[in-house]
């Protein structure tokens, strides 16, 4: 609910104003001969103003709480709006049965690269990653910036097999890419477990991609059945 209630605010804000408008239209209609014309005027007027100021302000409030929830230097999620929406999708999860599979990414060896070329040039190639996985996961993926060399992709209504397929698929365009500077990243997945609290599930990801860095670079670490 809270969700849709931020995506739609400016549509919800004209509507509102729109309602009034329509309100005060009856009470015209079944009172004019009781209330000066002029006054319904004078509201009708008012209510316009108001729908269409609300309307601004809720698109700006959108538009400033979005702006809220990006990692600055990425422009992918935040680990603010990661958490809110892993509770969502835990949430989905549990009502509604459907899988859900999580994956904690790790460039591997990047004060490698900041060492050789410089912060300015791991900078880039943070935003280069960050572009690669925007580009290669699905509109339904939540990607985010978990924070300094560390991302985290949640795949909502996705089975472990086609999970791995996409988080493959994340690997192979940063190993690929010109603008990584040979970068590789590991990875710890899950198939999230609908028992599991939202801590259980980062836990559980962050075991997984510390047993991923132990094996060797590029890897992906996934729990046993």
Known sequence: MALFLRKNMPVIA????????????????????????????????????????????????VQLQKAAMLDDLTQLWNKKYFNIRLEEELERMKRKGTPLCLAYIDIDDFKRINDKYGHVKGDEVLISVAKLFRRNARNLDIVARWGGDEFIVIFPDTTARYGLKITGRLQKAVAESPDCYGATVSVGFVDVNPAWSVVEVLQEVDRLLWEAKKIKDADVAVAEE
């Open 14 to 61: 004209g509507l509102s104003g729109a309602s009034l408008a329509v309100i005060l239209m009856l009470l015209y209609h079944y009172t004019r001969d009781k209330i000066p014309e002029a006054c319904f005027v004078l509201g009708a007027v008012v209510v316009m103003l108001f729908s269409v100021l609300g309307f601004l302000l809720g698109k700006n409030f």
